[in-house]
Structure formats: structure tokens, C-alpha cells
């Protein structure tokens, strides 16, 4: 085994290996082994029944294909939401501080709390909402059901697909183009016949990234799918935490995984391998392409700006909100929302702020050594560990929250009650962007560099110290800003690990609404989009700093996943 | 293996330490009345007493959930306020420390389970609460019996609690049964026609106030406590009582089993039961009907439950029929549109 050997003769690595995989084995294996045992072991008897009676169940059938239709439905719609926008920015022509503007305005739903386009949509097209009755005048329409669920999923998520396709666009060659056209193409047939097939693992990859998060999200469909549009993440949770059915929400959740694991695997191993377009040569100096007819340039931006005024526009209606005494009955101006929440609100604040800072160094660390272990040494099991690293990543949160709530209550593994099984969930599940992150980057980076430094006698702890860790640090932070902005926003896995000393503000903010708090449960929204704003900006000076080549990409894969 | 323990048990001390910084002996609560009802009554208890209440609040099917998850190795002390039908839910599953408190030979036989697994600390009726736009704009009357709730007027215009999270839901359809009689399938046939007038269900009882106060709705079946506040915040609201009569739940508090600071939380049920915690409910604006019967209702109270008709829920047939009728109501009245 010579594998064994080369690893056995590096006691650093060894012990790497040995506590990654103990960890691995505690917070990723076992809550998920504990959870199949609870769905399918009865009484020390594998059984099926209770699953074949979930699958026979119509309204859970119905769950299941309405979870299917809503994530397809997300997945085109925000693919070409995102490519509108990516397009528009690489070849539209905009100024640079306009194209700020729009970048500002389409990633504030990816760092915002969940809800909140929810409760702008229920505003603004419900039976008195400000668009549908105010402006159209239309009486007794519903907000519930598939159509606004996709509206907020689309508009939440749409962003993944710009920031995937942006940077695919941008490495397109516009002398392709130009070539074609001085070949005498009209443009209509360049776009189709030289941009759009260029783009089309982009594509790919955007529609599984948002088909993945669509199914994953609990949040918008409590809020907004109403009774006739049930998706399998809020029926498990409901199956749960109404019925008391741990058994039955576990089953619901694990019908959940089929097509999550799928649609990961295939954007693994299908997609992620072809997404890539060679870049040869410098693209620093393009004149502005004329592949575009100028009507058609002006359109496309005219979109962009209608998107995302409409994305300011519901955030505008969440700062009014945080503002005023009752919402629609008493619209004077108040600042006892936000008394409220540095008062009464102030634990929810300073756990999630500390549980944030605990899991930020944590998943940034654990994140870049995995990638640079996965990228950089040949061990034994490494396929193994780089999958199994990323099942809760690709796992729907409420799957990760139940197994976690399962396997964590009992002695002794009796964690939940405690800030550590929040700072695991958080760390195990959103990591995975940084490992990611580090692979990326170190593929780009020549391995003679490290070899050197081995040969001149260095160990792998000090080379990967001295020598990697520098070239790494744009990875480094970017998971660390992943980690940041998920502990501050994410709901669906850590509703179920709240507990009476550690509880957080989004599930505060899920409780204000259901309590018919709508002033605390905005203020709280717009305190968390401030604090990740100003987080995501001093994260960014520190990459620009750094003046790693990588940085830009690093940065951008912030919110990429 | 061992140094991945070590680490992970390093790391738990650590936040365990983060953790406990409180002085010694508080009592842990999960509440089911919500914060702005709660948080005042345990301010109280603090400064009678001395005692930090912690607490966090679930409707009352995740209160009842986490309680039953967390048996072997309970988190909390007391299970503080919530519906009866969900506490008769908790015996069933063996999660309740009898309990009887000074207050407990004085309550009304309703208000009390017969071993002390539950005491009252309030009573909770339901009502119809409808927006006042509405009615006039629909030329309608403030609804005063079930059937004026199948009108077509309110066609996708009515909000009202999910019977899988809330107590209020379960409530409302006991209420159902008891005036018709408790024949099943007659209250069924009236609940599937009532779901062609619901535009939501809410995951929590309170959840449709406020689109009913802005007008997002029409109207819908609330506790009055929830539907007083909703007025009290500035909406426009009108409540009212169907004649056939609706039903009453009284709110609960309990010991957990195996519960890790027992004496705290005994005295906390001690207060929740007696009028030191009752008197206080009115003045806190707080609208439940103290259970404790040396405290008066207050008179503007009185006055909104004047002359209706309330049918407290028999608990033992709540309880034991609970589960069934949930489930049948998931299973026929939610699809049935």
C-alpha cells in the first residue's frame, strides 16, 4: 500500500487525515445514518411499509411533484433572469458605476434574511395589495400559491445564475462574434449560433444550481405556497412539528433527497467538468462589440433596471415597514421596532453574531484545508472524503436539520441546546463553497512551487503554511464570507436546533411574522442585510488587498453557491 | 478518532462555558403564548421571585414536537400557556410531572386535570373577527352564526389556523363538532364547505390577524385574545360570536418530567396559578380570561363576551380524539378545493 506508506510518513498529514474524517464521520455520516435508521428500522426490523405508505399518501405525492414543477419552474425562469443580466453586463456597454448599481441591487436578495420577498409580494399582490388593488384595481386576488412562490424564488435565487453565467460570457472571445459578423451573419443568428451554444454548460450549470436551491428552500414556500401548492420541505416540517411525526417527516425528507442528489451529481461529474470555457490569450482589450444592434442593447438594459427596481422597490416596502407604527393602519413614523429589537430582540442578535464569529475562522479553515488536501495530496479515500464533505451541502436543509435534532438529543452525543451544534450545522453545511474555492485555485496554481519548497526540506505543515497558505488566503475568505452570510440568513436546517440559550434572528423573524409583529420581524431584516452588507464590503477590501490574480473570482464566489 | 473527540470536546466546553453565563437556578420555559403576552407575566415572576424565566415560544404543535423529541433528556422545566387539547396530547405521550399548586383546589373542575399533569392559568374563546372595510364594502353584517361564514361574499376572503401547528385550529374544529353535536361527518360536510371560503391556512392561530386587520382578508376564527389585540393596535376590526355557540379553550401550564430545576419551576406554576400572575393580565392589555376565580374579568372584557354563547371543549374528548380528527381534517378538508 504505498499510499498508506507516503501518507504514514507525514505525521501532520496523518493527522489531518485522521481528524477530518472523525469529524466528517460525527457531524456528516452519523446524523444522516441515524436518520435513515429512524425512517426504515421498526421495532430492529428494516422495514419499506412506512415509506411505501408515505408514496401512497396522494397529497404527499402531490408535495413531490409540485416540488419538482416549482424547482423546474425556478430553475428557467432565473436561468434566463440571470443570463438577461449577465449578458447586459459583459456586452451591453453600461458604464461602470451603473453596472455597480445593478450588481448592488441583484445580489440584496441573496443576502437578505428569507422572507423578506415574501412578505413584499403578499403587499403587493394580495386582495389589498398596493400593485394588484392599488395600481390595477383588481379585488379578491390570492398571493398564495405556485405562481407567487416562483415569482419570490425566482427573484431570490435568479442571482446564483448571473454569477455563474457572468464570468462564462465574459471569457466568450467577442472577436468570435466579430468574426462572424464580418463573415456577414445577421446578429440574431451570431447569438444563436456562436454565443448561445458557447454558453450552453453555463447554462446547465445555472438551472441545477437553482432547480438544487429551489428544492432546498423551506422558507418562501411556509409563507407564500398556501394550502393548494404544498412542496415536500414544508410538508416534512409540518409532518413534524404538528403531528409530532418524526418518522413520517423523516420519510418525507428522504423522498426529498432523490431528486437533490441526483440533480448534484449530475452538476458534479456532467456539467462541472464541461463548464468551462478555454480563454487564450489577453481579453483585456476589447473595443465595444457590435454584436449587438443598439435597440436591442437598450432593451436589454431597460429589463435589467426593471428587475431591479422591482427588487428595490420590495425592499423599500420592508425599510417602510421597519418604520412605521402598524403597517397600513398607522403609517406614522416610529423608531420602536428597532427599540425593540436591540431590547427584547438583543439575545437573538448577539447569539447569532456570536455563532457566526465562531463558525466564520472555523468553516474558512476547515473549508481550505480540505480543498487544498483533496487538490494537492494523493492519499487513500480522497474521492471519498471530497463526497462525503459536500452530502450536506447538497443535502435540503430541513433534511440536515431533522437528522442533526435526531442524533445530537440523547447522551452522550447531546448537543442540541448548545451554540456548537448551530456552529457545526453551519460549518458543515456551508463550507463547501470554500473547499471548492481552494480547488479552484490551487488547479491554477503550478505545483512546482510547493515542490520546491519539499525538496529544499520543508515539511507539508510548512510548505502548506509558507508557501500555500498566501496563495490560498482569497479562498480562505471566501468561505469565510459564505459561512458569515449563511449564519446570518439561513433558516431551514437551524429552526430545528434553536434552544432556549441559543436562539437565532431569522427564526425570530419567523416568529414576528406569525405573531403578526410585521414591524420588528422587517426591522430585524433590514438590521441583518446592513450587517452582511458592511461584513461582504470589508471582506472584499481585504481580497482587493491581497492583489491575489485569483481574487476577483474568490470574491465572486461569495455567493455563488 | 480521539483527537477528533477531543477537539469536538474542547470546543463544547467552550460554548457550553458561552453558554451559562446566568446566575444559578433559572427555569426554562417553553411558552405557546406569544412573546408580547408572555414577556411581561415572567418580568413579573423575576421580580417577585428572583428567579430568570428563559424562555422561547412555539405554536403549540413545535412546543409540544420539541417536548417530545427532547423526553430522554429534557431541556426545559415548564410548558407555559397554549390550549388544553395540546397539554391532553402531552399526557398521552407520558412528558407531564403531576403538579398541584396552592390555586389548584380552588379551580373550577374545567380548569384542571384531575392528577395535576395540567392547570389553567387562563381561559381563551374563539371568535369571528372580520375587517369592518369589508363588511360595508360587501354590504355584510358582522357574521353571527357558522352558516353566515359560508357566504359567497367571502369566497377566498377568510384566514384561520392550520390544524397541524395550532391550537387555535383544533379549537375551532371541536367547536365545529360540539354544535352538531359531535357527529362527525355532519362537521366535516361543514368544514369542507367552509375551505371553499379560506383563502389560507396559517401556521400560526394569531397568523391571519393581521391581513384580516389590513384587509388582505376578510375575516376569519380567532381567540379573542389574539382579535383584541389586532383592535388594539389601530385596525379596524369587528368581533362577534355565532349563536349556535363557539368554543372555549382554557390555556395550560405544566411540569415536564424529569424536569432539571424543579423547585423554580414550581414556583412559577405556583404564580401562573394564582391571582398574582392573573391580576396582571389586564393591566398588561393581555385579553385572556383569568381562569383563577378570585380575579375579576376586566369590564371591558365583560362587555365583548356579553350574551355569547361559549361552549368550553370537553378535554378528555379532545384529547383522545385528537390525533383522528387532525388527521381526517389534513386528509379530506385541505384538499377539498
Keep these: 500500500m504505498p499510499g498508506w506508506r507516503r501518507v504514514a510518513g507525514d505525521p501532520a498529514l496523518l493527522v489531518a487525515i485522521v481528524v477530518l474524517w472523525a469529524l466528517l464521520a460525527l457531524f456528516v455520516i452519523y446524523p444522516l445514518a441515524e436518520l435513515l435508521r429512524r425512517a426504515f428500522v421498526d421495532e430492529g426490523r428494516l422495514t419499506l411499509a412506512p415509506l ?35 449578458f447586459t453586463a459583459v456586452r451591453g456597454g453600461l458604464p461602470r458605476h451603473w453596472l455597480t448599481v445593478l450588481d448592488a441591487a441583484a445580489l440584496l436578495p441573496l443576502v437578505s434574511p428569507p422572507f423578506t420577498t415574501s412578505i413584499s409580494i403578499i403587499f403587493s399582490f394580495g386582495p389589498k395589495g398596493f400593485i394588484s388593488h392599488g395600481l390595477l384595481g383588481l379585488a379578491n386576488v390570492s398571493p398564495y400559491g405556485f405562481w ?52 450552453v454548460p453555463g447554462f446547465a450549470n445555472a438551472f441545477l444550481l437553482l432547480f438544487a436551491a429551489s428544492l432546498a428552500d423551506f422558507a418562501t414556500p411556509l409563507i407564500l405556497a398556501g394550502n393548494s401548492f404544498p412542496v415536500l420541505p414544508t410538508q416534512a416540517f409540518l409532518q413534524i412539528t404538528g403531528m409530532f411525526d418524526f418518522k413520517g417527516g423523516a420519510i418525507l425528507s428522504l423522498v426529498l433527497l432523490v431528486p437533490a442528489a441526483a440533480v448534484f451529481l449530475l452538476q458534479r461529474y456532467w456539467v462541472g467538468r464541461r463548464a468551462y470555457v478555454t480563454v487564450t490569450g489577453k481579453v483585456g482589450q476589447r473595443s465595444r462589440t457590435r454584436a449587438l444592434a443598439p435597440w436591442a442593447g437598450v432593451l436589454l438594459v431597460a429589463g435589467c433596471f426593471l428587475v431591479a427596481a422591482t427588487i428595490v422597490y ?21 423608531l420602536s421596532h ?83 451544534i448551530i456552529v457545526a450545522c453551519y460549518v458543515f453545511r456551508y463550507s463547501p463553497t470554500g473547499i471548492r474555492a481552494t480547488v479552484a485555485l490551487l488547479q491554477q496554481i503550478d505545483r512546482s512551487l510547493e515542490e520546491a519548497s519539499s525538496s529544499l ?24 464570507g459564505v459561512v458569515f452570510i449563511r449564519s446570518m440568513t439561513a433558516i431551514s436546517a437551524t429552526i430545528f436546533l434553536v434552544s432556549i ?44 488587498r491581497l492583489r491575489a490574480p485569483a481574487a476577483g473570482a474568490a470574491a465572486r464566489s461569495f455567493l455563488g453557491g | 478518532m480521539r483527537i477528533g473527540h477531543r477537539l469536538v470536546a474542547i470546543a463544547a466546553l467552550w460554548l457550553a462555558g458561552l453558554g451559562t453565563a446566568q446566575a444559578a437556578d433559572p427555569v426554562n420555559v417553553y411558552t405557546i403564548w406569544p412573546e408580547n403576552y408572555a414577556r411581561p407575566m415572567f418580568q413579573e415572576f423575576e421580580k417577585q421571585t428572583g428567579i430568570k424565566v428563559n424562555f422561547l415560544r412555539f405554536s403549540s404543535g413545535e412546543a409540544l414536537a420539541r417536548v417530545i ?75 353571527a352564526s357558522w352558516d353566515d361564514l359560508l357566504n359567497p361574499a367571502y369566497k377566498n376572503m377568510l384566514q384561520m389556523a392550520d390544524a397541524r401547528t395550532s391550537g387555535t385550529a383544533v379549537t375551532r374544529i371541536f367547536s365545529v363538532l360540539e354544535v352538531n353535536g359531535r357527529d362527525e361527518d355532519k362537521a366535516f360536510a361543514y368544514l369542507k364547505k367552509l375551505r371553499q371560503n379560506v383563502q389560507v391556512y396559517t401556521k400560526s392561530g394569531g397568523g391571519g390577524t393581521l391581513p384580516v386587520g ?8 380567532f381567540f379573542i385574545v389574539d382579535a383584541l389585540e389586532t383592535k388594539a393596535k389601530g385596525y379596524d376590526v369587528v368581533v362577534s360570536f355565532p349563536k349556535e355557540g363557539i368554543g372555549s379553550s382554557a390555556e395550560a401550564i405544566a411540569l415536564i418530567k424529569g424536569a432539571k430545576n424543579p423547585e423554580a419551576a414550581k414556583k412559577l406554576i405556583d404564580f401562573a396559578t394564582s391571582p398574582a400572575m392573573q391580576s396582571k393580565l389586564a393591566e398588561n392589555k393581555v385579553n385572556f380570561v383569568p381562569a383563577n376565580p378570585e380575579v375579576q374579568t376586566e369590564p371591558s372584557l365583560a362587555e365583548v363576551l356579553k350574551g355569547a354563547k361559549i361552549i368550553p371543549i370537553d378535554d378528555e374528548y379532545a384529547g383522545a380524539n385528537r390525533k383522528r380528527i387532525v388527521e381526517r381534517w389534513v386528509k379530506e378538508v385541505l384538499p377539498a378545493q
Excluded at chain 2, 410531572?97 to 374563539?126: C, H, M, N
Excluded at chain 2, 389590513?214 to 376569519?220: D, H, M, P
Design chain 1, 52 to 86: 411505501l405508505e408515505a408514496l401512497a399518501d396522494e397529497s404527499h405525492r402531490a408535495a413531490f411533484f409540485n416540488s419538482l414543477l416549482l424547482a423546474t419552474s425556478v430553475g428557467g425562469l432565473g436561468t434566463a433572469l440571470g443570463f438577461l443580466f449577465a
Design chain 2, 69 to 143: 423529541a427532547e423526553k430522554n433528556n429534557p431541556r426545559i422545566d415548564v410548558l407555559f400557556g397554549g390550549p388544553v387539547e395540546t397539554f391532553a396530547a402531552g399526557i398521552k405521550e407520558g412528558i407531564f410531572e403531576p403538579y398541584k399548586s396552592p390555586s389548584f383546589a380552588k379551580l373550577p373542575v374545567r380548569f384542571k386535570q384531575a392528577d395535576g399533569q395540567w392547570t389553567a392559568i387562563a381561559d381563551d374563546p374563539l371568535v369571528f373577527m372580520t375587517n369592518a372595510a369589508f363588511l360595508k364594502a360587501n354590504n355584510l353584517k358582522p357574521p
Design chain 2, 214 to 221: 389590513l384587509g388582505q382578508a376578510g375575516g376569519g376564527i
Design chain 1, 314 to 334: 420590495f425592499y423599500a416596502l420592508l425599510l417602510f415597514a421597519s418604520l412605521v407604527v402598524a403597517f397600513g393602519a398607522n403609517n406614522s413614523f416610529t
Design chain 1, 457 to 480: 526540506g520543508a515539511g507539508s505543515s510548512e510548505t502548506f503554511r509558507r508557501v500555500t497558505l498566501p496563495l490560498i488566503a482569497p479562498a480562505f475568505f471566501a468561505g469565510l
Design chain 1, 338 to 420: 428597532y427599540q425593540v429589537i436591540f431590547t427584547e430582540g438583543l439575545p437573538a442578535i448577539r447569539d447569532t453574531l456570536i455563532i457566526a464569529a465562531i463558525g466564520m475562522p472555523l468553516g474558512g479553515f476547515y473549508g481550505v484545508l480540505v480543498g487544498y488536501l483533496i487538490a494537492r495530496k494523493n492519499f487513500p479515500g480522497r474521492h471519498a472524503m471530497e463526497l462525503v464533505a459536500m452530502i450536506n451541502y447538497a443535502l435540503p436543509g430541513t433534511i440536515v436539520g431533522i437528522a442533526y435534532l435526531i442524533a445530537f438529543n440523547d447522551p452522550p452525543l447531546a448537543l442540541t441546546g448548545g451554540a456548537l
Design chain 1, 148 to 199: 407567487s412562490t416562483t415569482l419570490a424564488e425566482t427573484l431570490t435565487y435568479f442571482p446564483i445564475a448571473y454569477l455563474t453565467l457572468r464570468p462564462i460570457l465574459a471569457a466568450i472571445d467577442p472577436n468570435l462574434e466579430e468574426m462572424a459578423f464580418s463573415l456577414g451573419g445577421s446578429r440574431w443568428r451570431i447569438f444563436r449560433t456562436v454565443t448561445l451554444p458557447l454558453a
Design chain 1, 501 to 544: 440559550s441559543w436562539t437565532l434572528i431569522t427564526v425570530r423573524i419567523l416568529e414576528n411574522m406569525t405573531e403578526m409583529a410585521l414591524g420588528p420581524a422587517a426591522a430585524f431584516s433590514v438590521f441583518v442585510i446592513v450587517v452582511v452588507y458592511l461584513v461582504v464590503a470589508g471582506l472584499s477590501a481585504v481580497l482587493v
